[in-house]
């Protein structure tokens, strides 16, 4: 009798412990699939919208990095795609947000368009159809990018602009903007001479030649060329700028004139948001696609002394950079 008791005392114990565990509410987890790396101002950017929404959620996070900018090269990707998949095996999210075109292109499309985990995409350029998406499982953000926009914006202070070169960066996304965008160039009535550099010291000499053949540059990221240098290229253009310049990254306004740029931070916000109400059980296929709104102007005061730029009315709200 008194065995039976004991036990009897036990199994309340333990359901009484299995209760206050029960009583917890479970943290269900988001992965963060990052096409690029920490440090990159678009990954950033991202990464803190991100952050902003869910901090306070009971929700747990988990950051991969891609980093195909600094590593493009096939075999780079296929490990980068490897890696990813074993981190999101490990972390058994209830949900992926994936940033960007590569983590899009080689990871979400070819595996998990169809499930089981919903996805949710931010940072794909003008277009997810591509990529056979949005589908039951995916839905997203599109980015589109203001650079019509931003070259408008030069026209209205350089009316007689006529050549536009592009000076970016060589990787899939800036790829992808060529073909999009250089029709659209030539319907504004550009001649277009378009360079992707694979490293700073081919950005730099191109920079300097487009000075001489060009009206107007648009100076678009970065991110995947090879050794560069924020200060040296800062440095350079504010010796060597005899042209203007627009883009359409606040973390390029060292070098341009004009800026009428994006924000990362609504491409993240809105991914969390995504991410919450999937969790809260509403069903990606419910969740229309949509594109980035927020705009933000920026005149880059150093320069506008070289070339003599007086700000117009439009222009009163911008935030400066020197």
Known sequence: MRGTRA????????AGSMNVRGDEPEKKRVFHLDSYS???GISDDTAAGLRSVLRDKPVQVSTFYMDTKRHPGDAEVTDAVVRARAAIEAFQPHVIVASDDAAVKYVVAPYYKDGPIPVVFCGV????????LPTAHVTGMVEVVPVLEAIDLARKYFPNLRRLGVLSEDSLSERNNKALLEPKYRAMGFEVTY???ADFATWKREFLRLQGIVDVLYLPTQGAVKDWNDAEAAAFVRTHTRKPAVTTDDFMMSYALLGLTKTQVEQGEWAARTALEILDGRKPADIPVVRNRRRVAYVNT????????VPGPELSGAKTVN
């Not at 036990?7 to 333990?14: D, E, P, R, S, T």
């Not at 150093?302 to 730029?309: I, Q």
């Open 302 to 309: 150093t320069l506008a002394a070289t070339l003599k730029f």
């Open 195 to 197: 360079v992707m550099a």
């Open 7 to 14: 036990l009897w005392l036990l199994a309340v114990l333990l």
């Open 38 to 40: 920490k440090g990159y």
């Open 125 to 132: 350029n003008w277009s997810a159809e591509p990529y056979g």
